[in-house]
């Protein structure tokens, strides 16, 4: 599997715009890339996932360099909420989207 | 519409007893994929489903571990003899037939090997 490199821990201030990075200099013509978050104790929730050009949608942005090397997930305007560990996967669409998580960054969001 | 339903929600066992956990997904979805998560190893795919049928169990520990999605609307992950490593949270998640596999998960179910 492409793998993805994340920072282990990010903060932001409420109401302030966050920008959490991701790395897939592996990544192949055919993997999507996908974003997870987690709030403790609950399972793992979709956010976002794209190709190749800049996804919108009521959650969150995601944007994607031109050589898809690597990607940002926005969040607009953090809230106490969006706490979260927040995971940068890629999926193969040939394969079944077989993938695998690291270990993501941890979003702390301070009032 | 509900989402991916997992049961039990908690469920403590002693060594050595059988250990069955149910999924079901979300109604539509063809996908299925069962995963745990621990804080040594964090979240790992065990197996994959599609259409009913097993796709990929190479994330399967150990003979001990068995899944089967006798239906679209059913699945179990068995454990026997349950073993105080396999204790961690797993979970389900299924996607839909007509996207890129985005995974919706259900609310897990914490293991506890005694």
């Known amino acids: 599997d492409a793998k993805t490199t994340q920072p282990n821990s990010m903060e932001s201030n409420e109401e302030e715009p966050v920008h959490l990075p991701c790395n897939h200099s592996t990544i192949s013509g055919t993997d999507y890339i996908h974003w997870y978050r987690q709030l403790p104790s609950q399972g793992p929730e979709y956010v976002i996932h794209?190709?190749?050009s800049n996804v919108n949608n009521r959650m969150a942005s995601l944007a994607i360099a031109e050589d898809r090397k690597s990607s940002t997930l926005i969040l607009h305007r953090a809230t106490l909420r969006d706490a979260a560990v927040y995971y940068c996967?890629?999926?193969?669409?040939?394969?079944?989207?077989?993938?695998?998580f690291g270990d993501g960054t941890t979003l702390t969001v301070k009032p | 519409d509900a989402g991916v339903i997992q049961s039990p929600r908690h469920e403590v066992t002693e060594m050595g007893q059988e250990v069955t956990l149910r999924c079901k997904p979300i109604?539509?979805?063809?996908?299925l994929f069962w995963y745990r998560q621990t804080m040594m190893r964090g979240l790992e795919l065990l197996i994959y489903f599609n259409n009913n049928v097993p796709i990929d169990d190479s994330g399967m520990p150990e003979d001990r571990f068995s899944a089967k999605m006798p239906n679209a609307s059913f699945s179990t992950l068995k454990i026997q003899p349950s073993e105080p490593r396999d204790s961690a949270v797993y979970f389900c998640a299924s996607s839909p037939p007509r996207g890129h596999y985005e995974q919706y998960f259900g609310p897990g179910t914490r293991l506890t090997v005694t």
């Open positions: 109604s539509g979805h063809n996908s």
């Open positions: 996967i890629l999926r193969d669409n040939t394969n079944a989207g077989k993938s695998t």
């Open positions: 794209g190709l190749t």
